[in-house]
């Protein structure tokens, strides 16, 4: 890997991490549900299974997918705070909310992969 890769990255990483923590804040503290991380792991995965599939046929070393599949949908979907999310809502009494978040984000975002990926050999 080059330094341009890393800067590609770093750039998209910067701006899918501050696009995410914006729309933790507007969801996030309206509801009892993380709407902000749950959105942002599916739009992510959306775009991840559409770039893989466009991009995989050039290779991973394609600009567009250092600096949107890599930097982007790293910064923009997080394992992290999902995570963390989860233990705070069933540690906090929100048991099945907790397991809810924990069953439809894993399933939707595989949806989202399947669909990116289905998009992208349109």
């Given at each position: 890997?080059?330094?341009?890769?890393?800067?590609?990255?770093?750039?998209?990483?910067?701006?899918?991490?501050?696009?995410?923590?914006?729309?933790?804040?507007?969801?996030?503290?309206?509801?009892?549900?993380?709407?902000?991380?749950?959105?942002?792991?599916?739009?992510?995965?959306?775009?991840?299974?559409?770039?893989?599939?466009?991009?995989?046929?050039?290779?991973?070393?394609?600009?567009?997918?250092?600096?949107?599949g890599?930097?982007?949908?790293?910064?923009?979907?997080t394992?992290?705070?999902?995570?963390?999310?989860?233990v705070?809502?069933?540690?906090?009494?929100s048991?099945?909310?907790?397991l809810?978040?924990?069953?439809?984000?894993?399933?939707?975002?595989?949806?989202?992969i399947?669909?990116?990926?289905?998009?992208?050999?349109?």
């Amino acid at each position: 890997m080059n330094w341009q890769a890393l800067l590609w990255i770093g750039l998209g990483g910067g701006f899918g991490s501050a696009l995410r923590a914006y729309l933790s804040f507007l969801y996030n503290t309206k509801y009892d549900f993380p709407w902000g991380t749950f959105i942002a792991n599916v739009l992510s995965s959306i775009l991840l299974g559409y770039l893989f599939g466009k991009l995989s046929t050039d290779g991973a070393s394609h600009w567009w997918y250092w600096l949107l599949g890599i930097g982007f949908c790293g910064g923009f979907s997080t394992f992290s705070t999902f995570s963390l999310e989860s233990v705070l809502l069933m540690s906090q009494g929100s048991v099945k909310i907790g397991l809810l978040y924990i069953l439809s984000s894993i399933f939707v975002a595989g949806i989202a992969i399947y669909l990116g990926l289905k998009l992208s050999n349109l």
